[in-house]
């Protein structure tokens, strides 16, 4: 069992930066793949970020490749998404989300099995 608490979101101007955390509890996290999703309102929930339980693969959209980069630090539980030259368009509330253990990377959202709560990222024009 994982959960997962996001920190970090707020309200920036257009081509400004944030950094979302993710902390993990449990003793798993370094056997899990993790990605970052958002939503925005009236939209499906869509993969922005994605990274295996090594951290040694990635895999970003590409409506986000070049400014998104995610992070994960093992041995604090923890990930990160910095988000660089943001766009209105990123308005949207970010989750955290975990797979199953030992799963591989993946893009596809039923594969998460944990998630975290979600934090809102404002990006105003």
């Known amino acids: 069992q994982v959960q997962l608490v996001e920190s970090g979101g707020g309200l920036v101007q257009a081509g400004g930066s944030l950094r979302l955390s993710c902390a993990a509890s449990?003793?798993?996290?370094?056997?899990?793949?993790m990605g970052w999703f958002r939503q925005a309102p009236g939209k499906e929930r869509e993969l922005v970020a994605a990274?295996?339980?090594?951290?040694?693969?990635?895999f970003y959209p590409d409506s986000v490749k070049g400014r998104f980069t995610i992070s994960r630090d093992n041995a604090l539980n923890t990930v990160s998404l910095q988000m660089n030259s943001l766009k209105p368009e990123d308005t949207a509330v970010y989750y955290c989300?975990?797979?199953?253990?030992?799963?591989?990377?993946?893009?596809?959202?039923?594969?998460?099995?944990?998630w975290g709560q979600g934090t809102q990222v404002t990006v105003s024009s």
């Open positions: 990274i295996s339980w090594s951290g040694s693969s990635t």
């Open positions: 449990g003793r798993t996290f370094s056997s899990h793949a």
């Open positions: 989300a975990a797979t199953s253990p030992y799963r591989t990377l993946t893009t596809i959202l039923r594969e998460y099995a944990y």
